[in-house]
């Protein structure tokens, strides 16, 4: 983004002082990306801080946030940031709105985004396969997701999807290989530190071994 306003900064100079009139048209949309990329961030700012507390469903502005930089990215004929976009309104409605139906159509358009932004709607696909009692469905996402991931490298993503392959596994009365999913993933999430997916992972891995 620091970028993007230096080069906004530019055109502005090449605007004032060299004459260059299509600068202007040309910072516009530099600024909308920069826009966009900024209600990105805030939305999903919003949205750990809901994981955080569960609280203010109603009062988040997050989908409106992601709705309005969805229509920046398209008018700058981004396909990577829409996709983006719509992947975080389909979570919006998926995890703070509990509705996976409204969710599904902005996970399936999110698969036309990057690799990461795959990762995450095949993610969010697999926890809706998982809901509806589709379980080898819900692998068959989790399985893609966590190959993607394993090839950017986003190892806590993959502890995280190694979690959800671990209850499915467990539902469908497989706890050896749910144990096996629950302890890559606690390995995994030791490895990169910190608590969260830690956490879901240990008591993925008591489950399995309850069981």
Not at 35 to 41: K, N, P, R, S, V
């Amino acid at each position: 983004m620091t970028d993007r306003f230096a080069l906004a900064d530019d055109l502005y100079h090449a605007a004032v002082f060299q004459g260059d009139l299509a600068a202007t048209d040309a910072a516009d949309r530099v600024l909308d990306a920069v826009e966009a990329d900024l209600l990105m961030a805030r939305g999903m700012n919003l949205h750990a801080r809901f994981l955080a507390d569960r609280e203010n469903v109603d009062a988040t502005p997050e989908p409106a946030m992601f709705e309005r930089a969805g229509d920046l990215y398209g008018s700058l004929n981004d396909t990577d940031g829409v996709a983006w976009a719509r992947f975080w309104t389909g979570c919006y409605h998926h995890v703070v709105r509990d509705d996976a139906a409204t969710a599904m159509p902005h996970f399936e358009a999110a698969l036309a985004g990057s690799a990461l932004t795959r990762s995450y709607a095949l993610r969010h696909l697999g926890f809706v396969a998982h809901t509806e009692g589709r379980l080898e469905a819900a692998m068959d996402f989790f399985t893609a997701s966590t190959r993607l991931r394993r090839e950017l490298g986003f190892t806590a993503g993959v502890a995280a999807n190694l979690v959800g392959m671990a209850h499915v596994n467990l539902q469908a009365g497989r706890p050896g290989e749910a144990r096996k999913y629950a302890d890559e993933a606690v390995e995994l999430a030791e490895a990169v530190g910190g608590t969260g997916v830690l956490t879901w992972a240990r008591e993925a891995k008591a489950a399995a071994d309850a069981a």
